[in-house]
């Protein structure tokens, strides 16, 4: 029991630490941009009394880190500030824009993560033989393309050639789960693509490794079959080493679904991203690199917990593999 709560704490406090850091950088690197945000909030055409005004409501003539300590309390309860280009509250933008991308995510996931898991242990299953063969040839082309080549791929494909579904999203960010339920299924297949062929490549290589095995080799002796040898024996420990890919894939979707939002005009924080970047409105940049953050540190603590629920020795001296 003590092993699991020293494992929990180290993992929690490196996480706090990672977020800490990520804010940190997230404030500088927003901060270091070229050129007068007030002045080109205002235009060109600003008299310097506005430009004066406006870079004192948005506190620019205060030192960087009273600007950094106000910015930081305030997004821990939730308030990030006030859009330069909406004057709306920021956090209930992002989160507008947010669950539209959070109904992309979890297609994608669903559909990426089960179908390269089994793709993963059929090719593994089948070494050297025609499935693992094709298998991984479509998993390196999946690796090599790039997600927007596919978007547009599929767009040609299921909405030109064959048009049943749409190419482009008509409906902004208030839009209903209906409303964008029809738009959602190329983007999300846009990134499975992608997704899913790192899932595949890892998840062969860890049931080649775990098949060659001396456990299994007994198992086998022992007279199991192999649907159970496979089940009780290999993929829980092959699913040790996939858990971190699969959970660094899910991070990467908060900037990979940026350009597939840009190619199919999804209304998600990955185009309220983009738009902030062009307009310069700081407080969304802000909040929407804050929440990548969170969202990768998240996915890889959960990695971590899963591991420590399929492998007991990380459960022991504190966290460390024996």
């Given at each position: 029991?003590?092993?699991?709560?020293?494992?929990?704490?180290?993992?929690?406090?490196?996480?706090?630490?990672?977020?800490?850091?990520?804010?940190?950088?997230?404030?500088?690197?927003?901060?270091?941009?070229?050129?007068?945000?007030?002045?080109?909030?205002?235009?060109?055409?600003?008299?310097?009394?506005?430009?004066?005004?406006?870079?004192?409501?948005?506190?620019?003539?205060?030192?960087?880190?009273?600007?950094?300590?106000?910015?930081?309390?305030?997004?821990?309860?939730?308030?990030?500030?006030?859009?330069?280009?909406?004057?709306?509250?920021?956090?209930?933008?992002?989160?507008?824009?947010?669950?539209?991308?959070?109904?992309?995510?979890?297609?994608?996931?669903?559909?990426?993560?089960?179908?390269?898991?089994?793709?993963?242990?059929?090719?593994?299953?089948?070494?050297?033989?025609?499935?693992?063969?094709?298998?991984?040839?479509?998993?390196?082309?999946?690796?090599?393309?790039?997600?927007?080549?596919?978007?547009?791929?599929?767009?040609?494909?299921?909405?030109?050639?064959?048009?049943?579904?749409?190419?482009?999203?008509?409906?902004?960010?208030?839009?209903?789960?209906g409303q964008l339920l029809p738009a959602v299924w190329l983007p999300a297949a846009s990134l499975a693509v992608v997704m899913a062929a790192y899932i595949v490549r890892m998840a062969r290589t860890s049931v080649i490794d775990v098949m060659a095995s001396e456990y299994v080799t007994t198992a086998r002796l022992k007279g199991l079959s192999t649907w159970r040898v496979v089940t009780r024996h290999a993929l829980p420990s092959a699913l040790l080493p996939?858990?971190?890919?699969?959970?660094?894939?899910?991070?990467?979707?908060?900037?990979?679904?940026?350009?597939?939002?840009?190619?199919?005009?999804?209304?998600?924080?990955?185009?309220?991203?983009?738009?902030?970047?062009?307009?310069?409105?700081?407080?969304?940049?802000?909040?929407?690199?804050?929440?990548?953050?969170?969202?990768?540190?998240?996915?890889?603590?959960?990695?971590?917990?899963?591991?420590?629920?399929?492998?007991?020795?990380?459960?022991?001296?504190?966290?460390?593999?024996?």
């Open positions: 029991m003590r092993g699991v709560l020293s494992f929990l704490l180290r993992r929690v406090v490196s996480a706090l630490g990672t977020l800490l850091l990520s804010s940190v950088l997230v404030f500088l690197a927003v901060q270091a941009l070229p050129g007068d945000v007030a002045t080109q909030v205002l235009g060109r055409d600003a008299t310097p009394d506005a430009v004066a005004a406006l870079r004192d409501r948005m506190g620019l003539d205060q030192p960087a880190w009273e600007r950094y300590a106000d910015w930081i309390t305030g997004a821990l309860h939730g308030d990030f500030g006030t859009s330069l280009v909406t004057a709306k509250p920021v956090g209930g933008e992002v989160s507008q824009y947010l669950g539209n991308s959070a109904l992309i995510a979890v297609v994608t996931v669903l559909f990426a993560v089960t179908g390269s898991l089994v793709l993963g242990v059929v090719a593994g299953l089948h070494r050297d033989r025609w499935p693992d063969h094709l298998i991984s040839t479509v998993a390196l082309i999946g690796m090599s393309v790039p997600e927007f080549v596919v978007a547009t791929v599929l767009v040609l494909v299921f909405s030109v050639t064959v048009p049943v579904l749409p190419a482009v999203v008509l409906y902004g960010p208030g839009a209903g789960t996939t858990l971190h890919v699969i959970a660094l894939n899910v991070a990467w979707l908060v900037g990979g679904v940026a350009v597939v939002e840009n190619v199919f005009n999804y209304p998600g924080i990955g185009k309220l991203m983009l738009s902030s970047v062009q307009n310069r409105d700081l407080p969304v940049i802000q909040a929407v690199a804050l929440i990548s953050a969170v969202v990768y540190v998240v996915c890889n603590l959960a990695a971590d917990l899963g591991a420590m629920a399929l492998n007991p020795k990380l459960r022991t001296r504190g966290g460390r593999i024996r």
